[in-house]
């Protein structure tokens, strides 16, 4: 029995300095296609991409659950996994993500941050629980699930943010998400720039407002501006 395709799909802004060894990994993957979004980047990243033999479109759309629904539309594979530009998976990747859809109807991978800093194994350890034991994951554990079951929930939500957390909360209303105990490795620069316990005290509060009822776009541009502050 031939093993399932599994579309990677990246949704990408500027990340020339990542994207190269991000797309070194996934192409240790077998049965794989990848397909770059990119959103408007101006530092060369769609260029590093086609030099790297992959499909690169440009997304008119903003936001990068758009740039993910762009990528999913043109996907031949039997599985979509959407990647982060500045995260690698662990290597196996693949027959992992097959052999977790097998009893799930999502999953995605544990979380590891690329730096030495202390604080952020904590923030790894809280993120694995949450994964784990409320099976939340969030987009940088890179997601996966069947491109017949993205496509029956109508693909991410046309949010400017939390897009991957609505799509999880339908799915895991209709079975289970799985969490592969092998993490990606993802680029600590968020946490390193504007410190772990302002990082995750935004992130909570996005949530908190989305669950209040404020508009997506006024938590977007708040996100925005804390993150350029």
Known sequence: MASETI???LPVLNEA???EQTIARVQTGSDVEIIVVDGGSTDGTAEIARSLSTRVILSPNVGRGGQMNAGA???TGDILLFLHGDTLLPLGYEE????ALAQAIAGAFELAIDSNRPSLRWIEKTVNWRSRFLQFPYGDQGIFLKASVFREFGGFP???IMEDFELIRQLRRN???AIVPTPVLTSGRR???LGAIKTTAINQLIILGYFLGIPPTTLWRWYRGQRRG
């Open 158 to 160: 046309k949010l400017p």
């Open 175 to 177: 079975g289970k998400i």
């Open 191 to 193: 946490w390193q720039k």
């Open 17 to 19: 300095k990542n994207l």
């Open 96 to 99: 992992m993500a097959r052999a």
């Open 73 to 75: 539309a043109i996907a």
């Open 7 to 9: 579309s990677i799909i």
